[in-house]
């Protein structure tokens, strides 16, 4: 099976009213573990990472190995996606590498701190999308401000709530295949000072905006539930983590049904990683081969990717994917 775009796994899965996971991934390692889960559950998948934010020295270098070990699982439907591209140049870059899918952050300048306003954001998210569909690949854009940082700390980056109004014309404006909508999440491994209800989880923006944008898919982003367990496991082996609340599951099977398709997750299986490989030292002082300790660390991220497929609805849907072809540059 060839790798497909984010519209065509998106369109199955609002066929199927489920979501798909799309993973965080920093090193080809995470990105086996992601892969054999799906393939364990029979899932479409979507892979993805950010620039700049790997653990190998070249974005090129790690993109072009990721397409290489994606197309290895060609019995499973694998979306790669670039996640947060800051600037059209990193869009172009992982389009080139074979990425089948990028998303372009217009909602913040390219110092990645200030405010971008809404026409700022349409002009960068159209280029985008413009570029990107003549090639053939999807684009996913994001309206409002979601909280917190890609490398797990906190910040104080102020959340800025999607605006139906606003959803509506920038889709219209843009042509995206997808749209992260902030609906109060946060990335990250500092979420919620206490368990979120409807005061600072607004669920109930989803449906809304689902309603007024009906051809294009919706995303949610900083979903990680940050179990406490995993949270006491790290801190119990040399970890520093605070305590924080994340977005229940429950929560995220909803928003299923109320019409988010794509449901990023990194930190949740990071934590999972995370916590085993901490384990794993403190349990053998003597170990100086990193290979141990990635492999404890890659069993149960791969464990904790497994369990959210089918929390989100995924798990067993690959069939609809069969027979699918490879999306091919317009005019190819």
Not at 292 to 299: K, T, V
């Amino acid at each position: 099976m060839p790798l497909i775009t984010l519209r065509q796994a998106l369109d199955a899965a609002a066929a199927g009213a489920y979501g798909v996971g799309a993973f965080n991934v920093t090193d080809l390692v995470q990105a086996e573990a992601v892969l054999d889960a799906a393939r364990t559950t029979d899932s479409p998948v979507i892979v993805q990472t950010i620039a700049g934010a790997s653990a190998h020295g070249s974005d090129e270098a790690y993109w072009e190995a990721l397409v290489h070990l994606a197309r290895r699982y060609d019995d499973i439907p694998v979306v790669l996606h670039l996640d947060h591209g800051a600037t059209f140049d990193d869009c172009a870059r992982a389009i080139a590498a074979g990425f089948t899918s990028v998303m372009i952050d217009g909602s913040l300048l390219e110092d990645r701190v200030t405010h971008a306003s809404f026409d700022e954001n349409v002009a960068v998210t159209r280029r985008v999308v413009e570029y990107a569909h003549a090639r053939g690949v999807s684009v996913e854009g994001e309206l409002g401000t979601i909280g917190g940082s890609e490398d797990g700390g906190a910040t104080v980056k102020e959340i800025v709530l999607a605006d139906p109004d606003d959803a509506e014309r920038f889709v219209a404006a843009t042509g995206v295949d997808a749209l992260a909508v902030a609906i109060g999440t946060s990335h990250g491994a500092y979420k919620f000072t206490s368990p979120p209800d409807g005061s600072v989880l607004r669920m109930d923006l989803i449906a809304e905006i689902a309603a007024r944008v009906p051809g294009t898919h919706l995303v949610m982003h900083g979903s990680s539930s940050l179990p406490a367990d995993l949270r006491e496991e790290i801190n119990a082996h040399g970890g520093a983590l605070p305590e924080s609340w994340g977005v229940p599951e429950d929560e995220k099977a909803r928003s299923t049904k109320l019409g988010i398709r794509k449901i990023n997750q990194g930190m949740d299986s990071h934590m999972a990683y995370i916590a085993a490989a901490r384990r794993f030292l403190a349990e053998n002082g003597m170990a100086a081969d990193p290979a141990p300790f990635e492999r404890a660390g890659r069993q149960a991220m791969e464990q904790m990717v497994a369990d959210r497929m089918h929390v989100f609805g995924q798990a067993g849907q690959a069939y609809r994917h069969r027979g699918v072809r490879e999306p091919v540059a317009a005019g190819a």
